[in-house]
């Protein structure tokens, strides 16, 4: 016995939208990991990296030995 299958025209169209959907959430993702690779390659001292965060860290200042 063969199987009925008919697709609607709806299921169609919500197929090219979850595609659609997806090419996005993948392209934002690619993104995100693309910037965070160019951030970390950037570091010349890893130190850097916790530069952000919007308090001071005595040990994130330079010291430079003389005033």
Same mark, same amino acid.
């Given at each position: 016995?063969?199987?009925?299958?008919?697709?609607?025209?709806?299921?169609?169209?919500?197929? @090219?939208?979850?595609? @659609?959907?997806?090419?996005?959430?993948?392209? $934002?993702?690619?993104?995100? $990991? $693309?910037?965070?690779?160019?951030?970390?390659r950037s570091l =010349? =001292?890893?130190?850097?990296?916790q530069g952000f =965060?919007?308090?001071?860290?005595?040990?994130?200042?330079?010291? =430079? @030995? @003389?005033?």
């Amino acid at each position: 016995m063969m199987a009925i299958r008919v697709e609607h025209e709806l299921h169609a169209r919500r197929r @090219g939208r979850n595609l @659609g959907l997806l090419a996005v959430l993948v392209a $934002f993702v690619v993104l995100v $990991f $693309f910037l965070t690779v160019v951030k970390v390659r950037s570091l =010349d =001292d890893p130190r850097a990296f916790q530069g952000f =965060d919007h308090t001071v860290r005595p040990a994130m200042i330079p010291q =430079d @030995g @003389g005033s």
